[in-house]
């Protein structure tokens, strides 16, 4: 007989491929809801589980389709061919093809972009490069430049990164976030490959730096929302408000009660946060 407790959750999986900058790659993405795209972009060395509340709200799957996708590298996307012949160095350039060829292969037009952590920078990048894709990009933890999360110690081998990477992100997180959605914070940062969140960071923390052109980002053509946490001490709320300031037209600011990661910390409480935002978002688009 069936079982009564059993739900199969409204999210499909797949696989794209497709080239940038001159790679193929094969790219893990689901999905879940229609209407306007939402497109979701994960933290450093995690993946897309980090979305998965927001693919279960049917509240909001109702009105977005939501689409997360796994970077190569992370989480069930592989690297491309030859791989181990060179060093994963995360650069802006190849982060941001990457994230545009891959709505041109799925054909996702005009997206709401939300990213977290080092994908909160990048959307600020995509705003300033290729306006007109985007409905808006929503940044969560993300800044004109962060500095400090650089470091050669994952590399070490005498250290279980796979312990010591998940346990220095879990003290980004508030520590009024629920304790079992944090451990799985954790445990989805103790699944990264060797050296991939180093080369996350190389990107998040060497590479990108947006203080000599943020102040040209044009808001009315993409709408620029950036949120950090109060407790978030990678990216600080008031490094997100100094690119607030420099970005004219840009809004946004902290959020109370919540830390680095909040759509996977405390997604009820992120919730009161991203709601507004996608409301005002899209009641513009319908009033231009």
Known sequence: MPQSNVYIEPVTGRY??????????????????????????????????????????????????????????HGKSLPPADWWKAEYLLTTDAYASLVEDFCAALEL????????????????????????????????????????????????????????VPTWTYSLMSPHSPEESRREVWWIYSQGGPGIYRGDTYFYAQDFDLRDT????????????????????????????????KIPGARGGRMPGIGHFPMAENYPLFRTFIVPVLDEIMNQAQTT
Request: aromatic letters at 8%.
């Open 109 to 164: 037009e005009t997206p709401i972009v939300v990213g977290c952590s080092m994908a909160g920078s990048l959307v600020i990048e995509l705003a300033r490069r290729s306006p007109d894709r985007w409905r808006a990009v929503l940044g969560l933890s993300g800044a004109m430049k962060v500095e400090g999360r650089f470091h050669d110690w994952p590399l070490r081998p005498g250290l279980n990164a796979q312990q010591v």
């Open 214 to 245: 943020a102040s040209t980002i044009d808001t009315a053509r993409c709408p620029v929302y950036l949120l950090t946490g109060e407790y978030d001490h990678a990216c600080t709320p008031e490094e997100t408000e100094q690119a607030i300031a």
């Open 16 to 73: 794209v491929r497709f080239t940038s900058k001159d790679v193929n790659y094969r790219v893990y993405y689901e999905e879940a809801g229609s209407g306007p795209v939402i497109l979701a972009l994960h933290t450093a060395g995690a993946d897309s589980r980090q979305f998965r509340h927001m693919m279960a709200d049917e509240s909001l799957t109702s009105r977005f389709r939501v689409v997360a996708f796994d970077l190569p590298w």
